[in-house]
């Protein structure tokens, strides 16, 4: 009788699924899941499956990877890619370090610093490259400047080269990396350096032996973010480097072999190998930071 009314009522999700101990607040995760599959998920899948698929169908199914190393220009763009990404990262992570030092603390100002630090973040990498365009040209106010007060007898040439889209990275970037930063060292516990004081500890001594060590993890994370972003660069480069020289990154041969050759295997196969030299740094960062610390990385507090 109780089978019978329990079918009349109609089926009880709720009940099902804690017959078999599914929360069903899982259920929020299905929008998300099914955007990530939308977006990331079958993007990628799809990509991989065209890389292996060129137009030239008697090259064979690694023809497009085989063009790519064979090509010195195109092979050249990992290494250009490499020398902007890697730069930018480290000084990004570690420029971030001692303002979030600072500001760990209650200083005068400090929402003001906040609020200044994010703007570049939330204006985008295309508007930053267009206002550096004018404000590092050779009459731009920058080496108007320079010029004026005599530290310069000639303009710095700072657009269309690799300093203009390091320039543009670096302070896109930093934002990201500082509010990472802040947020990590703000979660260490401040009376562990409180008792290392009070037993003689300098700052250095304390920031070097109990704020660093605890931090490290925190920017491996932050190194690898930043080191993604900088390495998919492309809108720093075509505005503000040269596309066809020493700026001439995966991302824009990804680009280039669209619009130039219509080319979306090769395009395909470019990202690939964009992911898998993305993939392999992370992955290195990762293993050497659980090898040089493997304590707790909640930051020491709790």
């Known amino acids: 009788?109780?089978?019978?009314?329990?079918?009349?009522?109609?089926?009880?999700?709720?009940?099902?699924?804690?017959?078999?101990?599914?929360?069903?607040?899982?259920?929020?995760?299905?929008?998300?899941?099914l955007a990530m599959v939308a977006f990331f998920i079958y993007p990628t899948m799809y990509g991989t499956y065209l890389s292996f698929h060129p137009m030239d169908a008697k090259s064979g199914a690694l023809g497009n990877y085989r063009s790519f190393f064979g090509d010195p220009y195109m092979r050249d763009s990992i290494w250009n890619t490499f020398r902007i990404a890697l730069p930018v990262s480290l000084i990004n992570v570690f420029a971030a370090i001692p303002l979030a030092v600072r500001l760990r603390h209650r200083v005068r100002g400090k929402r003001t610093i906040n609020t200044l630090l994010v703007i570049p973040m939330s204006l985008g990498t295309v508007l930053v490259?267009?206002?550096?365009?004018?404000?590092?040209?050779?009459n731009g106010w920058f080496n108007r400047t320079l010029l004026a007060t005599g530290i310069i007898d000639q303009p710095l040439q700072l657009l269309h080269n690799f300093w203009g889209v390091m320039i543009s990275l670096l302070i896109t970037g930093f934002p990201f990396a500082f509010l990472l930063t802040l947020s990590y060292i703000s979660g260490i516990n401040p009376k562990m350096e409180e008792a290392a004081s009070t037993l003689g500890a300098t700052s250095w001594q304390r920031f070097r032996y109990i704020t660093f060590p605890l931090l490290t993890p925190g920017l491996a994370i932050t190194f690898c973010l930043n080191f993604v972003l900088a390495f998919s660069v492309f809108p720093s480069a075509n505005l503000l480097g040269n596309p066809a020289?020493?700026?001439?990154?995966?991302?824009?041969?990804?680009?280039?072999?669209?619009?130039?050759?219509?080319?979306?295997?090769?395009?395909?196969?470019?990202?690939?190998?964009?992911?898998?030299f993305e993939l392999a740094v992370v992955a290195l960062v990762?293993?050497?930071?659980?090898?040089?610390?493997?304590g707790s990385t909640s930051g020491g507090k709790g």
């Open 245 to 276: 020289g020493d700026s001439h990154v995966l991302a824009v041969a990804a680009a280039q072999a669209i619009v130039n050759n219509y080319d979306y295997s090769m395009a395909s196969a470019i990202s690939v190998i964009t992911g898998g």
């Open 1 to 33: 009788m109780s089978g019978v009314t329990t079918s009349a009522r109609g089926f009880n999700l709720k009940s099902w699924l804690a017959e078999r101990g599914v929360d069903r607040l899982l259920i929020l995760l299905i929008p998300a899941f």
């Open 129 to 138: 490259a267009e206002g550096l365009s004018a404000y590092l040209a050779p």
């Open 286 to 294: 990762l293993v050497m930071r659980s090898r040089l610390y493997s």
